[in-house]
């Protein structure tokens, strides 16, 4: 069996030491948001995900969801646990307190939903769909809209959907069908069928609100003729509660390889009743608002499943038995030593370790600039978080989630044979990651958006808002001698990335295959030298606290981490540097008939 505890020391660790959580409370609405309290919460949370969740991991895995004419049954246990979740206000966590919200910040709710996936990801698929249609609808819905949908999303009686996909377009979402009537009372009647919507028939809600993208009969081709439909499963009755049923229905739900327990529905829509969200034609702009944040939660699922795979690992690692230590037996006393002795071992699980405690340390600061982004004063301010989080948002989807399979991957090596057993938990989590990778954007779509929009985004305004601080801090560390190990790692890696940030620019402006076909191997070349920036950030605090006080072995692991990242995965940035260099060519070459 795979374990888990909630990781809150690396919590206390990135929001407190590493970043200032505490400045939070300074920003309008925030005031209660002080560390104690957010710490306080996190470790409420860490209980529930624990003590509810985790147990429901394994047998929803093996149940799965049931459908009968129509209806979704979720898995065992799961509408009891929904019920608490729900009560305990957990839905609520990051919404408005005019719509019931509890107005606390985003990076609170950023790692709860870590906890959250780290002990049942099909799980949070309900309530992290019911988020996204709920920032959609309060950036860009009518007052009406709000009042009737927000507080119900936000108390979580109501939850939502996201439906864009349909059977012959998935990545491309110019090519939608679906229709949307006009129906002269200010309504819309639509129609067509969307396929893979997560969470779209269940039985854990009173209702169910799809926001949909459909075509109104005037629409332009492409996506500047898609619009945006709030379209509930019971039209709402006039007390505020539920009224008739509408016109949409779940055909089926598909079979797949994992998050069994989260239903993934075929949804059909036969004149269903809806009203417009936003301007006509406008509505990829609107599921923009719920694409962005739904693309840091997917980032926070692959860093949730890869804290729970390091967990199941460390301590398969410390316990099993095998074979003896190069040098000679480690403990003499037992028939074999545990394989935490193995450098081969050690290598996976500090691959696992350092890997993801950067990608913690990079969550914490996107949710922290997320949250200034909405609520600094000063509009300059707010303008600079906001590129930033733009500019780390296909990092944090892409490079989070290939994290959190390449971790599950290696805990299924660490156990052997065992890993690939059911009953060890471990592969349930490679097959949940797996997913990660491919919605929400697949991650080769992330990478193009990278290259494609953000880099050459107002003149590069947003890549400035990254290197900026990291030339800052190299030039900062320059004279210390003692930060030497970590600082000219960073400062060559960051020089590569310069390079090839460069190169892209050049080379993609004359032709755009070079820069879609460096795109994936530029995300990763930026989220290494990211990490590693953060490592340097790590080493800088942890060399002051290693030496003495009641918690020296947690800074001497982490500059131990530090010196593994630098030492055995920053340099693949050099390689990466060759192949984005070596240009399209060896990618285009070979015509398409001859594979
Ligand atoms: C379990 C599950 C849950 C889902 N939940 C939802 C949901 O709630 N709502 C919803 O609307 N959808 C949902 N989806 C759909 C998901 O978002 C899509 O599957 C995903 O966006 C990819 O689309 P596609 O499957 O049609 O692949 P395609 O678009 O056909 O892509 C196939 C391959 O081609 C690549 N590709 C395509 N276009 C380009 C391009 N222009 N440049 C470079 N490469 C390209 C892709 O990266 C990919 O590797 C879900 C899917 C699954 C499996």
């Known amino acids: 069996m795979t374990t888990y505890k909630a990781p809150l ?49 394994r047998s929803g895995d093996e149940e799965g969801c049931h459908y009968e004419n129509g209806v979704v049954r979720t898995p065992a246990g799961f509408k009891e646990a929904y019920r608490a979740f729900r009560e305990g206000g957990w839905t609520s966590l990051a919404c408005d307190p005019e719509w019931g ?35 959609a609808l309060s950036m860009h819905g009518t007052e009406a809209q709000k009042k009737t949908y927000l507080p119900k999303l936000a108390d979580g ?59 109104l009969p005037d629409a332009p081709e492409g996506t500047r003729g898609i619009s945006l439909f709030v379209v509930p499963k019971f039209l709402p009755g006039p007390d505020g509660g539920i009224g008739a049923r509408n016109g949409v229905r779940c055909g089926s739900i598909e079979h797949k390889m994992g998050i069994k327990a989260s239903a993934t529905c075929v949804m059909n829509f036969d004149e269903a009743e809806g009203e ?120 944090v989807k892409a490079w989070f989630t290939d994290v959190g399979f390449a971790a599950a991957n290696l805990g299924v090596q660490i156990m ?17 990651a797996r997913i990660t990778q491919l919605y929400e954007g697949t991650n080769g779509i992330q990478a193009l958006d990278l290259v494609g929009r953000k ?33 000219l790692p960073l400062a060559k890696a960051f020089g590569k990335l310069q390079q090839a940030t460069a190169h892209i620019a050049q080379a993609g402006l004359k032709d755009p295959d070079e820069a879609g076909a460096a795109a994936a191997d530029y995300l990763k070349m930026f989220a ?27 800074y001497r692991a982490k500059l131990a981490t530090a010196r593994f990242f630098m030492a055995r995965l920053l340099p693949e940035t050099s390689s990466l540097l060759t192949v984005i260099a070596s240009g399209a060519k060896p990618v285009m070459a070979l015509e398409a008939e001859a594979f």
């Open 157 to 215: 009686t109501w939850s939502g959907t996201m439906c864009l996909t349909e059977p012959h377009c998935g990545t491309d979402l110019g090519q939608i069908r679906t229709k949307a009537i006009p129906a002269g009372d200010g309504k819309y009647r639509i129609t067509g069928t969307k396929i893979f919507i997560s969470a779209g028939e269940h039985d854990l809600t009173d209702n169910i609100v799809h926001l949909v993208l459909a075509r």
């Open 101 to 135: 919200g509890q107005g606390l910040p985003h990076t609170l709710a950023f790692f709860v939903e870590e906890m959250v996936c780290s002990t049942n990801m099909s799980f949070g698929m309900y309530p992290g769909l019911s988020h996204g249609a709920y920032r």
């Open 416 to 432: 052997g044979g065992h890993g690939y057993i059911r009953e060890h938990g471990m592969e349930q989590l490679v097959r949940d």
């Open 455 to 487: 880099l050459p985004m107002h003149m590069g305004r947003l890549l400035r808002r990254f290197f900026h601080p990291v030339s800052g801090f190299i030039e900062e560390q320059a004279a210390d001698q003692t930060m030497a190990e970590f600082v």
């Open 276 to 395: 417009l969200v936003g301007a006509p034609h406008k509505g990829m702009r609107a599921m923009f608002t719920m694409m962005n944040a739904a693309r840091l939660g997917v980032g926070v699922q692959g860093l949730g499943l890869a804290e729970t795979a390091y967990q199941g690992a460390r301590a398969y690692a410390a316990e099993r038995l095998q074979g003896r230590a190069l040098k000679g037996p480690a403990y003499p006393e037992k028939p074999a030593d545990p394989i935490i002795v193995h450098p081969d071992v050690r290598r996976m699980l500090l691959t696992m370790k350092a890997t993801i405690e950067a990608a913690r340390a990079l969550a914490a600061w996107t949710a922290i600039e997320l949250d200034v982004s909405e609520k600094h004063p000063d509009p300059e301010r707010r303008q600079e978080a906001e590129d930033l989080v733009a500019l780390l948002t296909p990092i």
């Open 9 to 57: 020391r690396e919590y206390r660790f990135v929001l407190s030491e590493l970043f200032d959580v505490g400045s939070l409370a300074q920003l309008p609405g925030y005031t209660e948001a002080t560390p104690d309290t957010i710490e306080a919460i996190l470790e409420e949370a860490g209980k529930l995900c624990e003590e509810v969740l985790f147990p429901l991991n």
């Open 528 to 554: 290494l030298t990211a990490s590693a920036y953060m490592w340097a950030k790590t080493a800088k605090i942890a060399l002051a606290k290693s030496e003495a006080g009641e918690d020296a072995g947690f």
